[in-house]
């Protein structure tokens, strides 16, 4: 008798064992289960080169970026086309694990929790939301210069283009692309996943915080002689910009009132305004997590502070972030949050909508409307409007030192007050130049082909 008791006893303890052993699975099933599926390791999906081979990639006008053919991961004719979207759609072999092919290998494999994947040459047709000719015009306006351009609809968040270069072909990888200095960072994603020192598009920061600490600011002039003690050193221009206005500084891009203005206002402020802006968070774009910038502000020395509120110093800004909240100045303090994935179109399943997020508050209204003023007037007064036909456009240039014995970082951002058009912008092109020359042209050329 009581060696039935036991083995009753032993049974049930191994009843538990199985039943919780099925929970865990059950679990982890529910909780992992897409990512086993659309893993480099399942062989329905990736073929023994790696590649995933199921779905295709179009863009926002139904043209194919990339497919599958006869067990082959292939990208779109044209040469150009193929690196100026390399970023967007990725690699086959997960190099750019920013591209669709990796971060939205989920959607391309077309898996659900109850129908599993639905294997190769059958996944999802992935709509993203760029237009891959307005790439191409990125990609060549560029012009073989690393950097990175992007626009984006700051009402619904719809990324219209986005390019990073270097790029290469897909098509024909080239055998030098790990080791040649001219393919640095191609696998990166510049607008997405870097940081650069942002130069004087940086004063448009400094700018809301003068606007809302300094009363007085719209009435005050100031005189630059070319140059400023300030602190405990020096802050030059490029030239003596004599009597301004805030308008006529912002304008002139004058370091001297932009850092005496810094520094009036004290690195705690500066910093607060910083991270309002959301220059030091990350978005999240369709899941993609961008990279954040960083401000050493707090407790800086006066002239290092000066330096910091023109854009220098330790300033250092994610192309993204910059771009999003030119879209807030534009309309009122809050923008769209960028997204890539315009519709997925699943084997039998009805379309998922994509939601549109707003971003906080990165401007109050008032400050973003005043902002946005001058920024227009940046284009009239110094950008010129022809190189900007039939647009009511706001921009910031920026020229940003990177090093004694380095061309500075070409900046360009703004926006389009236009209801049919309502689109913020971003250029960076690294050792470009002057922002206003080299970069100015790089977004006349897109801007012109965004609104055609
Ligand atoms: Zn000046």
Request: charged share 20%; proline share 4%.
């Amino acid at each position: 008798m009581k060696k039935i008791e036991k083995r009753a006893a032993l049974c049930l303890v191994l009843a538990g064992f199985l039943a919780a052993g099925l929970a865990l699975f059950l679990f982890r099933f529910a909780a992992d289960g897409s990512h086993w599926a659309s893993s480099p390791f399942n062989r329905h999906l990736y073929n023994s080169e790696g590649a995933l081979i199921s779905g295709t990639v179009l863009d926002r006008n139904g043209d194919m970026l990339s497919t599958v053919q006869d067990g082959k991961r292939v990208y779109t004719n044209g040469k150009t086309r193929r690196k100026a979207t390399l970023h967007v759609v990725g690699d086959p072999y997960g190099n750019i694990s920013t591209g669709a092919l990796s971060a939205f290998a989920q959607e391309l494999t077309g898996y659900t929790l109850l129908g599993g994947a639905y294997g190769a040459e059958k996944g999802s047709d992935l709509y993203l939301t760029i237009d891959a000719g307005l790439n191409e015009t990125a990609y060549e306006a560029l012009n073989g210069k690393k950097g990175t351009v992007a626009v984006y609809n700051y009402k619904t968040g719809e990324v219209l283009c986005l390019v990073s270069a270097p790029s290469y072909d897909p098509r024909s990888i080239p055998q030098d692309l790990e080791t040649n200095e001219k393919y640095e960072g191609a696998y990166l994603n510049r607008f997405l996943s870097s940081t650069f020192p942002p130069g004087s598009v940086f004063k448009t920061v400094t700018l809301a915080a003068a606007l809302e600490q300094l009363p007085d600011l719209e009435e005050r002039t100031w005189t630059c002689e070319g140059s400023a003690q300030i602190g405990g050193g020096m802050v030059t221009c490029t030239a003596a910009h004599g009597e301004q206005t805030i308008s006529e500084a912002l304008a002139n891009s004058c370091n001297v009132v932009f850092g005496q203005l810094a520094a009036e206002l004290g690195g705690d402020t500066l910093n607060r305004y910083v991270e309002k802006a959301g220059l030091t968070d990350s978005y999240s774009v369709s899941g993609i997590s961008t990279a954040k910038g960083s401000f050493d502000l707090k407790g800086v020395a006066d002239n290092d502070l000066a330096w910091a509120g023109v854009g220098q110093y330790h300033d250092s800004v994610n192309p993204c972030s910059l771009m999003v909240y030119m879209g807030a100045i534009a309309n009122g303090g809050k923008a769209a949050v960028p997204c890539l994935i315009q519709k997925v179109d699943r084997p039998g399943l009805p379309d998922l909508p994509q939601f549109t997020r707003s971003t906080g508050r990165l401007l109050n209204r008032e400050t973003a409307d005043k902002i946005a003023d001058m920024m227009v007037n940046n284009v009239s007064a110094a950008y010129g409007t022809k190189r900007f036909p039939d647009m009511d456009l706001g921009a910031k240039s920026g020229t940003a030192q990177v090093g004694a014995d380095q061309k500075p970082h070409a900046w360009f951002a703004g926006f389009l007050r236009d209801e049919e058009h309502p689109y913020a912008f971003v250029v960076l092109v690294e050792n470009g130049g002057s922002g206003a020359e080299v970069a100015g042209t790089v977004a006349s050329k897109v801007l012109k082909a965004a609104v055609q």
